[in-house]
């Protein structure tokens, strides 16, 4: 609150005009819950065992084995960009209609295997909170994730209140397929983006083309553009949440394999960068009004 | 008028929810003026001017020197792609900031050389209207164009009141630079994107994730995205601007090499495409109270 007091005084030095106010946000672990899988792996398996009922052989088959009989430790062992890079080709051939169409059944009704809720609930409280709060003072809130930018756009809108083209995300390149008159954009398998650590700062670049003064994040993969905003004119502030809450949450750190936080932790008052925990700076985690 | 009161209309069986009321503008030659050479080749002769001071062997290589000796004939054989990755690689190895430095005194300063204005005084006064009264009834409006993201994002806010983040353009590869703990991004010489055509479609679904419902263009690079948003559920309207008026402007179609207007003249009627004629359907082109 110091700090959005401070950039939206316009008789202080560190005035910021809301044009510039732009803040970006991770997704997996920052905004919801991405332990011991980001949703966009449990998105993968359920499309995967839609595939295994036309072909099983699938279910023999590496990586899809492991996604299929829910192997956390062998899908954990292919890393982020292994396990995501999967995931995004499990849609290969589809339409942007279609894929909405399934990530639009996904959200209605899969929940988290631990937690209970459904996926949209596993959202953070104070985060949305927290949103809203930089948007009543005038900042423009974007998702910049190494998730794929169509799943999160399928339900950003309406839990986070951040329109499409406020997400940046990974993405596959895609192909218009005109039918009389009529085109469609076909996700093909080849991926375009992945938009983790150096690619996050190259993207805000390409997607929002200003630097953001506002950066949250929970792995070493946010790294990149919190020092993206460093070297802003302006002050600038980034944070990064510490998954510390076994009772509320989940307490882990450097041995995630599919994001871990590490050099974070090393350097982050090095740099500047503030760090919450999750178990002592947060008093609601999740939305108790939300059934599990 | 007739199309933005249906899909205003909320009682109406026509009627869009105002967050997919997304309008998309190509930029050269439908915002501003594209002739005889779009103003990034403009810029780019700039940039060689300078590079040439240090190294002026470049006045003999091609296609540096076609640049250099404003060749004109052998600029439009290039074709627009092969000019515009010309373009964009005379700036690389510069930061984001260097170039908007660069940006802001051309604009600043330089003049079309038939017209006498300053480039962005060649911005056409009913289309900055037609923006206006979009908005005004709850669209937003994103400029889709072959041009460089970032030599439009340098005057889009100001001269079209569209943010940063609603430009989507060309791009360069570009690469974080970290020093001291403060990032810059710094441009490439390897293209990224060349957004034209089948690309604009695939662009607008990576940056703005929603299908337009109103496009605007004047060549046949913006057909792509005329039938990405023939694609749409909704009712959609698609402008192609045809410069017809060699008194006020000028007329050319077919024959220009580097964004010719040809297939779309012979389609326009059949895929429902509305061509605006330049010298018969507006009554005013530039600001007149802006001296040349």
Request: charge should be negative; charged fraction near 25%; aromatic fraction near 10%.
């Amino acid at each position: 609150m110091d700090f959005v007091t401070r950039v939206t005084d316009d008789r202080g030095p560190d005035f910021v005009p809301a044009e510039e106010r732009v803040a970006a946000f991770d997704n997996d672990g920052t905004l919801w819950c991405e332990y011991p899988l980001q949703v966009q792996l449990f998105f993968a398996q359920r499309r995967l065992e839609t595939l295994a009922e036309r072909d099983p052989s699938l279910k023999e088959k590496q990586p899809f084995k492991a996604f299929l009989a829910h192997d956390l430790k062998a899908i954990h062992a292919l890393g982020k960009r292994g396990a995501f890079t999967i995931a995004f080709a499990t849609h290969a051939g589809m339409t942007e209609d279609e894929f909405a169409a399934i990530a639009r059944d996904f959200f209605a009704t899969a929940r988290h295997p631990q937690l209970g809720r459904l996926f949209v609930q596993c959202t953070y409280r104070p985060q949305i909170e927290l949103l809203g709060y930089l948007r009543a003072n005038g900042f423009r809130t974007f998702i910049v994730s190494g998730g794929g930018i169509d799943l999160i756009r399928a339900f950003a809108p309406q839990v986070y209140g951040i329109p499409t083209d406020q997400v940046v995300g990974s993405s596959v390149k895609t192909k218009l397929e005109v039918q009389g008159g009529r085109g469609s954009l076909e996700k093909q398998s080849e991926l375009n983006s992945f938009d983790d650590r150096e690619e996050k700062a190259a993207n805000i670049g390409l997607h929002i083309g200003r630097r953001p003064i506002f950066v949250f994040g929970n792995s070493d993969g946010d790294l990149a553009m919190m020092r993206y905003a460093a070297g802003s004119a302006h002050p600038h502030l980034s944070l990064l949440l510490h998954h510390d809450d076994a009772e509320r949450e989940f307490a882990y750190d450097r041995e995630f394999e599919l994001s871990p936080l590490a050099e974070g932790l090393n350097t982050a008052s090095d740099e500047g960068i503030h760090v919450v925990s999750m178990r002592s700076d947060w008093t609601t985690v999740f939305d108790p009004s939300e059934a599990t």
